[in-house]
């Protein structure tokens, strides 16, 4: 199991991000550190290369996933740290999906991928399909699943979320699909 260096986890999500590192080996070496904001436009966690790595070689990138403290379900605020464990590791195995997607690209690739974030909506889906894709192929299906039924089958979670996460993400049948055929090709 990962253990946490001391300060980059908040206390009290560290046993959720323990979990969720503990299926990418592949990161062990690589910083990623957990921090809290107020308030993330648009999205509950967000996961970026720290700014003076960026251009280093890939083994020495860090990288910041940040959380926000506090989302909105009807208008009423509700804290992150209170949803439900499994639901939080799925929302960090998504956030690590990305890490994995960043660790394949160069320095200058990324800088390139930043703009298209930003720019184009197509862009946005292929990034967050693939960070679902890669937490999917590192065992963390149920979770991720966990994390998307959260949030579509829950009455007080703004329509507009909830159309975003099915615009932009895997659903949970076409994660389903994708852990039989992973299966079917270990076989
Ligand atoms: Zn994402």
Same mark, same amino acid.
């Given at each position: ?20 590192? %503990? ?6 070496? #690589?910083? +990623?550190?957990? $921090? @809290? =904001?107020d ?12 700014f003076?790595?960026?251009?280093? %070689? ?6 910041? #996933?940040? +959380?926000?403290? $506090? @989302? =909105? ?11 439900p ?18 660790q ?6 990324l ?20 960070a ?8 963390m299906?149920e ?32 994660i ?12």
């Amino acid at each position: 199991m990962w253990t946490a260096p001391k300060n980059s986890t908040p206390k009290q999500i560290q046993k959720e991000v323990g979990i969720a590192r %503990s299926f990418y080996p592949e990161l062990d070496e #690589i910083p +990623i550190e957990f $921090k @809290f =904001k107020d308030n993330i436009k648009r999205s509950v966690m967000l996961a970026q290369p720290a700014f003076s790595t960026l251009l280093k %070689s890939k083994k020495n990138r860090a990288y910041k #996933i940040l +959380i926000s403290k $506090k @989302f =909105k379900i009807s208008g009423r605020d509700f804290k992150t740290t209170e949803v439900p464990s499994d639901v939080l590791i799925g929302w960090l195995g998504h956030e690590l999906g990305h890490v994995m997607d960043y660790q394949n690209r160069s320095g200058w690739d990324l800088i390139n991928f930043g703009i298209r974030y930003v720019l184009l909506k197509e862009h946005v889906k292929t990034a967050e399909r693939a960070a679902d894709s890669f937490a999917v192929r590192q065992g963390m299906a149920e979770y991720i699943i966990k994390t998307k039924r959260f949030i579509l089958d829950n009455a007080e979670i703004d329509q507009a979320y909830k159309d975003r996460i099915k615009e932009y993400y895997l659903s949970p049948e076409e994660i389903m699909e994708m852990v039989k055929k992973i299966h079917h090709d270990e076989e």
